[in-house]
């Protein structure tokens, strides 16, 4: 299934995938983000681990992505995130100019050999930071990434190892990520989340799912990125039913077979 992004006011440019263990659905759709853009003349840089490239080249090849070809002819690259992640820290904090003579000066050279003058990138690093619990310098990153894309032609993925079934996946946990990003792409379960969510909550909830719907829909802040209704409602959900959240969502993990 194509990256699904909710239907933006504006253009998608700095989109977050919070996968959890859900590897696949991960690579799936970077390699649509990043395939999308080099069908159309578009440059790309995939800064990943090793085992997320592996996965990555793997789909663009079934997506009949030439990426061996596109490497040697400067239109697509890859950095490896662990190694690169502490060539621009300082103190543990990423510097602003390492960061633009590493990353920065990749993506200006995969940048000048696109047909169309942009480029797509595709980073882990934040993702790194954050699991780290190094959480500053993790926005520090986001802070960096969104000056990149003051610059015309650029788009970012990013990717955070974290469960929106799990108890990290709350406004207060989460601000920094939500905030910094336009669109939030879903996980991937194999099934309707939606449906799974918001049915099986407003049945706990003893209310119609409509009515539910409406709720969540009130309660998105307009500061935050733009999401699908079955996140947004576990957000809502975690705030707004605090005392009945965990048993909720743990439910909604037995429907999708998920626990």
Same mark, same amino acid.
């Given at each position: ?21 859900? *590897?696949?659905?991960?690579? $799936?759709? /970077?390699?649509?983000?990043?395939? =999308? &853009? ?7 840089? #995939? ?55 590493? *990353?920065?000066?990749?993506? $200006?050279? /995969?940048?000048?050999?696109?047909? =169309? &003058? ?7 690093? #934040? ?133």
């Amino acid at each position: 299934m194509r990256l699904k992004l909710v239907e933006p006011p504006q253009p998608p440019t700095h989109v977050v995938q919070f996968y959890g263990k859900h *590897v696949l659905s991960l690579v $799936r759709n /970077v390699a649509y983000f990043l395939s =999308d &853009g080099l069908e159309y003349g578009s440059a790309a840089l #995939a800064i990943t681990t090793n085992s997320h490239k592996t996965g990555i080249l793997s789909e663009l090849g079934q997506l009949g992505i030439p990426a061996a070809d596109l490497e040697r002819n400067g239109l697509l690259a890859f950095l490896n995130a662990d190694e690169t992640l502490p060539k621009i820290l300082i103190d543990n904090h990423p510097d602003s100019d390492r960061f633009d003579a590493l *990353v920065g000066a990749t993506a $200006r050279q /995969v940048l000048s050999a696109s047909a =169309d &003058g942009s480029v797509r990138i595709y980073g882990e690093m #934040a993702g790194l930071l954050w699991a780290q619990a190094n959480f500053s310098g993790a926005m520090r990153l986001e802070q960096l990434g969104n000056q990149l894309l003051k610059e015309p032609g650029y788009k970012i993925f990013c990717s955070y190892a974290v469960d929106i079934f799990g108890e990290q996946f709350r406004h207060d946990s989460l601000t920094g990520p939500l905030c910094a990003h336009t669109h939030v792409t879903p996980t991937e379960y194999g099934t309707d989340l939606d449906a799974a969510v918001f049915n099986t909550a407003a049945d706990a909830l003893n209310v119609e799912p409509s009515a539910l719907r409406n709720a969540v829909q009130r309660y998105r802040r307009p500061e935050v990125a733009d999401m699908s209704a079955a996140e947004a409602a576990i957000l809502w959900l975690r705030e707004q039913q605090p005392e009945r959240a965990e048993a909720i969502v743990e439910n909604i993990r037995r429907d999708l077979a998920l626990t």
